[in-house]
C-alpha cells in the first residue's frame, strides 16, 4: 500500500491542476493582504462600527494575527472547493482513462487502493493548508507586525494579548485540516461512483454550496437541521479565539470559552471522514468495474 | 416685622457667602496641594471591565506634565479606553479660571466624610458641562468626582490613596462610564451561529463600563520630555 500511495501522491504532484490551487490560494491571499495595507485603518473602523464611537481602541489592530483570522475566515469556506478539483478525480479519473480496471488488477485489494489513495489526497489537503498557514500567518506577520488580537464576534469582543495567541493558531490549523479532510472524504466518496471528474468535482461544490447556505441563515426551518450539517461544524475552529473571563469579567490568558464545542464538532468531523471512507470502500468493493 | 425679614436676609445671604468662601478656600487649598506635582510618571496595571468586551489586564504607563499634558502609553498591546475620559484630569478642571463653584453639602464617601463642591466652567466652549468632585477636608483629597462631557458623556472617577496622598496622586483609580449599545451586522463577524444563552446575551447588554487602574512606580517632577506627548 505504501507503494501505491507513493505513486498516487507523485500522480498528484505532477499534475499541473494540482497548483492551481496553490496559486489561487496565493493570489487571494496576496489581494486580501494588499487591500488591508492600504485601507486597513477603513476596514478596521467599519469592523468597529458603533464601539468607536464610545471607546478609544489603541494599539496595533490591523496586526498580522487579525489579518490572518480575517484570511481564514474568508478562505476556509472556498478551500473545499479547490481540494474537491484533486480527491473528486481520484477514482474517477482513473475510470475515465480506462487504468482503474488495471490498477485493481493488479495484487493489492481494494480497501488498500481506497487507502492509499485517500492517503495521498489528505496529504495534499494537508499540503494546501500548509500553503494556506504559511501565507496568513507567516507573511501576515511578517508584512504586518503582532500586537493583541481584537475580535468582534455576535454579540461581544474579545481581546487576547499577543503572547496567548500562537497555540490558538496551531489549534484552528489542526481543526481546519480536519475539516478540509472531511471535504476530501466527500469528494473521494462521490468520486467513487463516478465514470468521469466532472461529476464529483460539481457534486462536492454543489453540496458544500448548499450546505453552507443552510448554515449561515438563521430561519428557524434551517435551525433545526443545522447540527447535521458537517459545514456547521467546519467553522468551529473559531472557538479557539474565544477566552473564559473570571468574576470581573477578566479574561483567563490559556482558556477557551467553549473547548467542548470544539470536541464535539471535531468529533462529528471525524465519524464523517470515517464513514464516507468506509462506505467508499465498500462501494468499491462492491462496484463492478465497465469501464 | 420688616426687621425680621431684613434680619432672615441678612443671615441667610451672609451664611451663603461664608459658605462660598469656604468653598473657594477648600478648593485652592486643593489646589495647592496638586500644584506641589509639576510632572509625574506612573506604571499602572488596567483592568477593563466592559460586560460585552473581553479583554485581559493590560501594563500601561501614564505620563502627565502640568498644564493639562497627559498620555498613557501601552508599550504592548492592545488599550481600550473610553473615548476623551483620560484626557480630562483634575489639574485641567481647578486650574480653569472660568469656573462657578457651588458648594452641594457633604456626604460620604466609601466611608470618609466628604463636602460636594460641583464645578461649572463658564465658557461655552468648554468640553466638560459640569463637574462634582467628593473632597476629604481633612486631607485635602479629592475620593471621586463625576463628570459630564459636552461629546463623551458622563464619567465618574473613584480615588483610593496610598504613599503619595501628600501630593494628591491616588494608588488606584476607578473609572466607571457608560457604554452605548452597539449591534454588528453579521456580515462583518461572518460568525454562523449565535447560540448564546439568553442570560449570557442580557450580560453582555449591560452598558455600564468600568476601567480599573492599580498605580505603582510614581516618579514625580523629575521632567518628561515634550516629545511623550
Same mark, same amino acid.
Given at each position: 500500500m505504501?507503494?501505491l500511495?507513493?505513486i498516487?501522491?507523485?500522480?498528484?504532484?505532477?499534475?499541473?491542476?494540482?497548483?492551481?490551487?496553490?496559486?489561487?490560494?496565493?493570489?487571494?491571499?496576496?489581494?486580501?493582504?494588499?487591500?488591508?495595507?492600504?485601507?486597513?485603518?477603513?476596514?478596521i473602523?467599519?469592523?468597529?462600527?458603533? @464601539?468607536?464611537?464610545t471607546?478609544?481602541?489603541?494599539?496595533? @489592530?490591523c496586526?498580522?494575527?487579525?489579518?490572518?483570522?480575517?484570511?481564514l475566515?474568508?478562505?476556509l469556506v472556498?478551500?473545499?472547493?479547490?481540494? !474537491?478539483?484533486?480527491?473528486a478525480d481520484?477514482?474517477?479519473?482513473?475510470?475515465?482513462?480506462?487504468? @482503474?480496471?488495471?490498477?485493481?488488477?493488479?495484487?493489492?485489494?481494494?480497501?488498500?487502493?481506497?487507502?492509499?489513495?485517500?492517503l495521498?489526497?489528505?496529504?495534499?489537503?494537508?499540503?494546501?493548508?500548509i500553503? *494556506? !498557514?504559511?501565507?496568513a500567518?507567516?507573511?501576515?506577520?511578517?508584512?504586518f507586525g503582532?500586537?493583541d488580537?481584537f475580535?468582534i464576534?455576535?454579540?461581544y469582543?474579545?481581546?487576547?494579548?499577543?503572547?496567548? #495567541?500562537?497555540?490558538?493558531? !496551531?489549534?484552528?490549523?489542526?481543526?481546519?485540516?480536519? !475539516?478540509?479532510?472531511?471535504?476530501?472524504?466527500?469528494?473521494?466518496?462521490? =468520486?467513487?461512483?463516478a465514470?468521469?471528474?466532472?461529476?464529483p468535482?460539481?457534486?462536492? %461544490? =454543489? #453540496?458544500?454550496?448548499?450546505?453552507?447556505?443552510?448554515?449561515?441563515?438563521?430561519?428557524?426551518?434551517?435551525?433545526?437541521?443545522?447540527?447535521?450539517?458537517?459545514?456547521?461544524?467546519?467553522?468551529?475552529w473559531?472557538?479557539f479565539?474565544?477566552?473564559k473571563?473570571?468574576?470581573?469579567?477578566?479574561?483567563?490568558?490559556?482558556?477557551?470559552?467553549?473547548?467542548?464545542k470544539? #470536541?464535539?464538532?471535531?468529533?462529528? @468531523?471525524?465519524?464523517h471522514i470515517v464513514? *464516507?471512507?468506509?462506505?467508499? %470502500?465498500?462501494?468499491?468493493?462492491?462496484?463492478?468495474?465497465?469501464? | 416685622?420688616?426687621?425680621?425679614?431684613?434680619?432672615?436676609?441678612?443671615?441667610?445671604?451672609?451664611?451663603?457667602?461664608?459658605?462660598?468662601?469656604?468653598?473657594?478656600?477648600?478648593?485652592?487649598?486643593?489646589?495647592q496641594?496638586?500644584?506641589?506635582?509639576?510632572?509625574?510618571?506612573?506604571?499602572a +496595571?488596567?483592568?477593563?471591565?466592559?460586560?460585552?468586551?473581553?479583554?485581559?489586564?493590560?501594563?500601561?504607563?501614564?505620563?502627565?506634565?502640568k498644564?493639562?499634558?497627559?498620555?498613557?502609553? +501601552?508599550?504592548?498591546? $492592545? &488599550? $481600550?479606553?473610553?473615548?476623551?475620559?483620560?484626557s480630562?484630569?483634575?489639574?485641567?478642571?481647578?486650574?480653569?479660571?472660568n469656573?462657578?463653584?457651588?458648594?452641594?453639602?457633604?456626604?460620604?464617601?466609601?466611608?470618609?466624610?466628604?463636602?460636594?463642591v460641583?464645578?461649572?466652567?463658564?465658557? /461655552?466652549?468648554?468640553?466638560?458641562?459640569?463637574s462634582t468632585?467628593?473632597?476629604?477636608?481633612?486631607?485635602?483629597?479629592?475620593?471621586?468626582s463625576?463628570?459630564?462631557?459636552?461629546?463623551?458623556?458622563?464619567?465618574?472617577? /473613584?480615588?483610593?490613596?496610598? /504613599?503619595?496622598?501628600?501630593?494628591g496622586?491616588?494608588?488606584?483609580?476607578?473609572? &466607571?462610564?457608560?457604554?452605548?449599545?452597539?449591534k454588528?451586522?453579521?456580515?462583518?463577524?461572518?460568525?454562523?451561529?449565535?447560540?448564546?444563552?439568553?442570560?449570557? +446575551? +442580557?450580560?453582555?447588554?449591560?452598558?455600564?463600563?468600568? $476601567?480599573?487602574?492599580?498605580?505603582?512606580?510614581?516618579?514625580?517632577n523629575?521632567?518628561?520630555?515634550?516629545?511623550?506627548?
Open positions: 505504501y507503494t500511495f507513493k498516487e501522491l507523485y500522480k498528484i504532484f505532477k499534475r499541473p491542476r494540482t497548483y492551481i490551487a496553490f496559486i489561487a490560494i496565493t493570489a487571494l491571499i496576496g489581494i486580501i493582504q494588499l487591500g488591508l495595507k492600504v485601507d486597513g485603518k477603513e476596514y473602523s467599519f469592523v468597529l462600527g458603533d @464601539l468607536s464611537n471607546l478609544q481602541i489603541n494599539g496595533n @489592530l496586526n498580522g494575527y487579525f489579518v490572518c483570522y480575517c484570511i475566515q474568508l478562505l472556498h478551500v473545499p472547493l479547490l481540494i !474537491a478539483l484533486i480527491a481520484m477514482i474517477s479519473g482513473e475510470a475515465n482513462m480506462g487504468t @482503474l480496471r488495471l490498477l485493481l488488477s493488479k495484487p493489492i485489494s481494494r480497501s488498500e487502493v481506497i487507502i492509499g489513495k485517500f495521498a489526497a489528505s496529504v495534499y489537503t494537508i499540503f494546501l493548508l500553503w *494556506l !498557514a504559511f501565507l500567518l507567516i507573511v501576515s506577520i511578517f508584512i503582532t500586537d488580537i475580535l464576534k455576535n454579540n469582543a474579545v481581546q487576547i494579548a499577543a503572547n496567548d #495567541i500562537m497555540w490558538r493558531y !496551531a489549534g484552528a490549523f489542526i481543526f481546519a485540516a480536519l !475539516a478540509m479532510l472531511t471535504v476530501t472524504a466527500l469528494a473521494f466518496f462521490l =468520486s467513487v461512483f465514470e468521469n471528474s466532472i461529476g468535482i460539481v457534486a462536492t %461544490i =454543489s #453540496i458544500i454550496i448548499f450546505f453552507t447556505i443552510f448554515s449561515t441563515m438563521s430561519i428557524p426551518l434551517f435551525n433545526k437541521i443545522k447540527p447535521f450539517l458537517f459545514t456547521t461544524h467546519m467553522v468551529a473559531k472557538e479565539f474565544d477566552v473571563v473570571d468574576e470581573n469579567n477578566i479574561s483567563i490568558a490559556g482558556s477557551i470559552y467553549r473547548p467542548d470544539i #470536541i464535539y464538532s471535531a468529533m462529528v @468531523l471525524i465519524i464513514t *464516507l471512507v468506509s462506505i467508499s %470502500i465498500y462501494a468499491l468493493k462492491k462496484k463492478d468495474i465497465l469501464s | 416685622m420688616k426687621q425680621k425679614i431684613v434680619l432672615i436676609i441678612t443671615l441667610c445671604t451672609s451664611s451663603f457667602f461664608i459658605q462660598a468662601q469656604d468653598v473657594n478656600d477648600l478648593i485652592d487649598k486643593v489646589k496641594k496638586m500644584d506641589l506635582v509639576n510632572s509625574y510618571s506612573v506604571e +496595571k488596567m483592568k477593563t471591565s466592559v460586560a460585552f468586551i473581553k479583554a485581559p489586564i493590560g501594563k500601561v504607563k501614564i505620563y502627565f506634565k498644564p493639562d499634558q497627559i498620555k498613557l502609553f +501601552k508599550e504592548k498591546g $492592545i &488599550s $481600550i479606553l473610553p473615548k476623551g475620559g483620560v480630562v484630569n483634575f489639574f485641567t478642571i481647578l486650574n480653569n479660571s469656573l462657578s463653584i457651588i458648594d452641594a453639602g457633604t456626604t460620604t464617601v466609601n466611608g470618609t466624610s466628604t463636602r460636594i460641583k464645578l461649572l466652567p463658564l465658557s /461655552e466652549t468648554s468640553e466638560i458641562i459640569i468632585l467628593y473632597i476629604d477636608e481633612k486631607n485635602l483629597l479629592i475620593r471621586k463625576s463628570t459630564t462631557t459636552r461629546e463623551n458623556g458622563s464619567f465618574e472617577m /473613584e480615588m483610593f490613596y496610598g /504613599e503619595l496622598q501628600n501630593f496622586l491616588p494608588s488606584k483609580m476607578v473609572f &466607571s462610564f457608560n457604554v452605548k449599545d452597539y454588528i451586522p453579521k456580515g462583518v463577524t461572518l460568525d454562523i451561529d449565535d447560540d448564546l444563552s439568553k442570560e449570557e +446575551k +442580557k450580560k453582555f447588554q449591560n452598558k455600564k463600563g468600568k $476601567i480599573e487602574f492599580n498605580y505603582s512606580n510614581y516618579i514625580i523629575k521632567g518628561i520630555p515634550n516629545n511623550i506627548f
